[in-house]
C-alpha cells in the first residue's frame, strides 16, 4: 500500500504489455477498497515511442505535453474494469460531474499501477442524467487491431451495467469526493517519477 502524498506512475499500456502513455499521480487513498490518486494540474504525460495500432501511429493524445485545467480525481476498486473521474471547471473550481472511464482493472507494479483504456465512457454532469462518450469509435478500434471483439463486447457490458446502476440511483463512490481539495503542497510536487 502506498500512503497519501506518494507520487506513482500512471502507465495505460496495450494488449500486448507496452506502455503507450504515462504518467505522474499523487496517491490521495490506499485502501484495500479503493485506489484514489490525483492528476494534477500541469503533470507532464510521456508517450514512449513505438509502432502503436492507431490511424497516424501515436497515442491519440501524443502532442500534449501536460494535463490541463484542473487536476483530476481518480477513484478505482481492486478488480473493476472502470474508474470514476471527478472534475471540476472555473475559477471557483466547482464541481462539474463523474466520468466513468471504461478500463481494464488496475495492475500494481513497482513504480505505479498499469491500466488500459477502453475509449467507452459515461459522463454523469452535476445537473444529473447520463451519456456515452466514444461509443462511435468502438468498432474502428478493433479494425486497427488495438482491441478484440471480446474486449469490446466486455467494455460494453460493463458500461450497460453501470448505466444500469445509475439509472437505479445507485453509485458505489461516495458524493463527498466532489468536496475534495487536493493538498496545495502538491502544486509543488517534482513533476516526474
Known amino acids: 500500500m502506498w500512503s497519501e502524498g506518494d507520487i ?6 496495450l494488449n500486448d504489455g507496452r506502455s503507450w502513455e504515462e504518467m505522474p499521480v499523487v496517491v490521495v487513498r490506499d485502501e484495500p477498497e479503493l485506489l484514489a490518486t490525483y492528476l494534477a494540474e ?3 504525460f510521456h ?3 513505438g509502432d502503436w495500432p492507431t490511424a497516424d501511429g501515436h497515442h491519440p493524445w501524443h502532442g500534449r505535453s501536460s494535463w490541463q485545467g ?3 480525481l481518480m477513484l478505482q476498486r481492486p478488480g473493476e474494469a472502470h474508474a470514476i473521474w471527478v472534475f471540476w ?3 471557483e473550481r466547482e464541481f462539474q460531474g463523474w466520468y466513468v472511464n471504461l478500463q481494464e482493472p488496475f495492475r500494481r507494479t513497482e513504480q505505479g499501477y498499469d491500466t488500459q483504456d477502453l475509449e467507452l465512457d459515461i459522463w454523469v454532469p452535476a445537473e444529473g442524467g447520463w451519456e456515452w ?9 478493433i479494425r486497427e487491431g488495438r482491441y478484440t471483439q471480446e474486449q469490446v463486447e466486455e467494455t460494453w457490458a460493463e458500461g450497460r451495467r453501470i448505466v444500469a446502476e445509475l439509472e437505479a440511483g445507485r453509485r458505489w463512490w461516495d458524493p463527498w469526493w ?3 481539495e487536493p493538498d496545495p503542497a502538491w502544486a509543488e510536487l517534482p513533476k516526474g517519477v
Open 8 to 13: 506513482v506512475l500512471r502507465r495505460e499500456v
Open 47 to 49: 508517450f514512449p515511442e
Open 89 to 91: 471547471h472555473g475559477p
Open 178 to 180: 466532489a468536496l475534495w
Open 42 to 44: 500541469g503533470a507532464p
Open 70 to 72: 484542473h487536476g483530476v
Open 133 to 141: 462518450k466514444d461509443a462511435d469509435v468502438l468498432e474502428e478500434r
